[in-house]
């Protein structure tokens, strides 16, 4: 090591002393024990929820209200909202980190890496945006609560999951931060690799998904939504309300937006791109709270017939920002006006995964922002129902670890580390949170449910996925 590489490694590691040490100072201004305090936003879930809806395709609001009041759980992966009105109205530590803004158990997954290894990571940035560290690990344990007892485990139990995710994501950061930014930035988390190490239960889970996965292609699926059409072609086989044909009017606009977005990816990709023509494409519902917003696919096939499937899928304002009024620093409120949100999804995503989809850019049409990226290319979500509680424990920590792993990569994550400390006063403030808000969630759920009776929103008949 030369004497000018040995001075930088000294710098760094004085730099991250300091940084260590104005977390500490932070306890001062911002009490580790203040973030069990829970103070709800003045506005209602309902009423949040229904203000979203007015930018969204108003046929699928009922959709969107029926998913999300299937049951408790699945009525809180859709609240990422209202989770960030109460978030911002609550004590927080200050020490901001690029969130995923979503960190809920269903948004964690098993994806292909360009290489076409399975990760395991997180797996939704639609709200990726900066804000305090502790939002997405409050949203992760409230999710585990609030599934555990959908799942009916034992409230004991669950109590102790909770704690063990926290210091799972606690020892992650610290481990992760003792490596070089380097080797925390090529960290990536190979669950086949380690199935061996987990839970039975877990195994076998892990197993299972990772063979649905690599089964899940652009092959796979073209073979499964095309049908022959009146000229003899394949075109995309209709199932409303979930997947039905564009008017002409957009798709034209769609199909411009393309050459957009081919100038938003690297030129390799560009290159390979260039021997797909657009087939078709559809209108597509995905998820829970994000139905309503506008997702398309667009289906390409190659020289041979070889398909490709891109999701094209809108992109608005994070709620971490819209909701939780975090002021995002310049140069993301720059990025995002130049080039539409979509551009901070992007690159939310790129920070956060340990390895990204090669197809990842973005497009504007019709007036919208939008991002790209391939659909369901090996990709595979963790099912938990059905899971002992020994592997739903597993598979939580597991979430806290690759959340660890994300936040690692800010510049602030030194800062977070000094904050956090041994992290026993930061555990027991999060539960306590946690169970605040799985209690408040709940709550929410009904009243939602009441409102339906009511008449004051309107749910779909069925909520078909």
Known sequence: MSNQSLRERVIDIEDAEQDVARGRALRKMAPRRSLAQLVPSSRSATEILSEQNRNRVPELVPLRFARMLTDPFSFYRGTAAVMAADLATSPSSGVQVLCSGDAHLSNFGIYAA???ELIFDLNDFDEAAVAPAEWDVKRLITSAIVGGRHAGYPEKSIRTLAGQAIIAYRDGLQTILDMSVLDRYYLRF?????????????EKVINRTARRARKRTSVRVFERIMAPGADGGLQLREDPPVLEHLDIDLETALIESFQEYLATVPADVALLLSHFRVTDMA???VGVGSVGTRCYLVILTGPAGEPLILQVKEASTSVLEQY???????????AAQASGEGRRVVSGQRVLQAMSDVFLGTARADGRDFYVRQFQDM???IETEGMSVTAFGDYVSACALALARAHAQSA???V??????NGEKVSAA????????????LEDFYQLRAAAKAGEIEVADDPAR
């Open 114 to 116: 360009p290489d076409r």
């Open 190 to 202: 190979e669950p086949e690799r380690y199935r061996h190490q987990v839970s039975g239960c877990l």
């Open 283 to 285: 209108r597509r519902i």
């Open 324 to 334: 939780g009024g975090v002021q995002q620093p310049s140069p993301l409120l720059a």
């Open 379 to 381: 990709k595979g979500t």
């Open 412 to 414: 602030n994550a030194s």
């Open 416 to 421: 977070l580390r000094g904050y956090v400390g």
């Open 430 to 441: 999060l539960i306590e949170w946690s169970y605040s808000y799985a209690d408040k969630s």
